[in-house]
């Protein structure tokens, strides 16, 4: 369902909404996925972590991220998720400066972060030396960790806590937001552009609900070329490839998000569809 924008340029109603922040403070987070293959479930995971944001001066953040829990997991996968919590250890402590519109200006400690990483790096040189794939794997995120700006920005999860509204920064309460970059889940590594657009409503109880969803945007054509390579001999049926997203914020009397619900849905056609859900709360405590 497209959500219609506000039509009132002003409403003192949201006059209220402001982009703030508690001092300190944990978010818990699970993410639930679901890839569906033909008729059938193909892979089914869902993590837990937590991130403790701290707010800093002249739109400064600093997350501080805990270690990834497992809730449910494919077994095959568990040496490359063992890989994976020694690589996310480099990003342990990220610290942002951001836009007006609480989107990623840039990563403020890229050094710090990029020298973790080859400390890491020496360590996972013994995986890289049982098998081929995981030196791949490796070196893959060597890329990655050499340009840590574009991997922050486009890492959903980054993303989604830091979505970009105009109101923040000035705009009416009508304005679309910007077009968004993010990394394809179907097609590793390709980047697909997306447009959304929100509305703002007053809660009775207090605190405000942005409401937000969109879409692709633009030619995906250039996936044709991957998809007859890589999946058209599997699934048969040709390309219809769609991407959508649908989230739900809530701030509460302070300004500050409370909590988000935010699904995200990538398809190739029927017989191959990714569901992801993630799920952010602000602990009580």
């Known amino acids: 369902m497209t959500l219609e924008p506000n039509k009132v340029e002003k409403n003192d109603q949201l006059a209220g909404f402001k982009y703030a922040w508690y001092k300190k403070r ?3 987070i699970n993410i639930k996925s679901y890839l569906t293959l033909g008729t059938g479930k193909a892979n089914q ?3 837990e972590e937590d991130w403790v944001v701290i707010p800093g001066e002249y739109n400064h953040i600093t997350i ?12 095959q996968m568990q040496p490359f998720y ?21 989107s990623i200006h840039e990563v403020t400690n890229k050094s710090e972060i990029v020298s973790r990483w080859e400390e890491i790096k020496k360590d996972l040189h013994f995986f890289e030396l049982v098998k081929e794939s995981y030196k791949v794997f490796i070196q893959i995120y060597d890329k990655e960790f050499n340009n840590i700006d574009r991997n922050i920005r486009q890492n959903f999860l980054y ?45 009775k109880e207090g605190g405000f609900t942005v409401k937000l969803d969109g879409k692709s945007k633009g030619n995906q054509s250039r996936f044709e070329s991957i998809y007859k390579d890589k999946y058209q001999r599997t699934l048969g049926n040709a390309l219809e490839y ?22 995200v849905k990538e398809e190739l056609n029927e017989k191959m569809i990714y569901v992801c859900r993630y799920h952010i709360r602000l602990s009580e405590t």
């Open 26 to 28: 944990e978010y818990n």
């Open 45 to 47: 995971t869902e993590i």
């Open 64 to 75: 501080q991220s805990s270690t990834q829990r497992y809730i449910q997991a494919d077994g």
């Open 82 to 102: 063992e890989i994976l919590e020694k690589i996310n250890k480099a990003t342990e402590v990220v610290e942002l400066s951001l836009n007006t519109d609480k």
């Open 159 to 203: 993303q989604i806590m830091f979505y970009p509204l105009p109101a923040f920064s000035g705009g009416s309460f009508t304005d679309e937001i910007p077009v968004r970059i993010a990394l394809s889940t179907l097609f590793p590594g390709e980047e697909l552009e997306y447009s959304s657009s929100y509305k703002i409503l007053k809660n």
């Open 242 to 263: 769609k991407y959508a997203i649908e989230g739900e914020y809530l701030y509460n009397g302070d300004s500050v998000l409370s909590e988000v619900i935010f699904h």
